[in-house]
């Protein structure tokens, strides 16, 4: 069973999704004017991360200590990693964290978000019902895009 929502974007476009199964196709807007990011691929800079902090317990000035067997240790998880990559030191006017671990940062092949002109706002995770209007959740958890519109995967 097919079922259809319609959005009208700030430009007056009708956007439309039509759901088939776990699949959500949009369409109705300007592919020539389509905006998407990618996701961030942080892991070669975690790992040169933790191979650079093998064995040090002493707190380094750039990423903040916590205490493993009662010693500082600045190892981080991966999340902790990413939170602290891109802070900015205001007052010294550069990062606190060093370059070699942003210039590791790579993008990858995972669509993020669309972003059709006029609207409507896309990313992963967002949850289409608030289009459907029937209550039932359409989290998107991967996006494909295709020469006349876009394929959202659902869960």
Not at 52 to 76: A, E, M, Q, R, S
Not at 119 to 138: M, Q, V
Not at 144 to 154: L, V, W
């Amino acid at each position: 069973m097919n079922t259809t929502a319609t959005y009208r974007n700030r430009y007056g476009d009708n956007i439309i999704f039509t759901q088939e199964g776990n699949k959500i196709i949009m369409t109705g807007y300007e592919p020539n004017w389509l905006g998407c990011s990618y996701e961030n691929d942080y892991d070669d800079a975690y790992l040169t991360y933790i191979n650079d902090n093998k064995g040090v317990f002493d707190c380094i000035d750039f990423l903040p200590y916590h205490y493993v067997d009662g010693k500082k240790t600045l190892l981080l998880s991966q999340q902790e990693f990413i939170k602290h990559l891109f802070e900015y030191d205001s007052e010294l006017k550069e990062y606190k964290c060093p370059d070699k671990y942003r210039k590791l940062v790579k993008t990858s092949d995972r669509i993020h978000n669309v972003d059709p002109s006029g609207g409507p706002y896309i990313s992963l995770g967002t949850n289409l019902k608030r289009d459907f209007k029937d209550g039932i959740d359409r989290i998107i958890t991967h996006i494909d895009i295709q020469p006349n519109s876009i394929i959202f995967t659902i869960k």
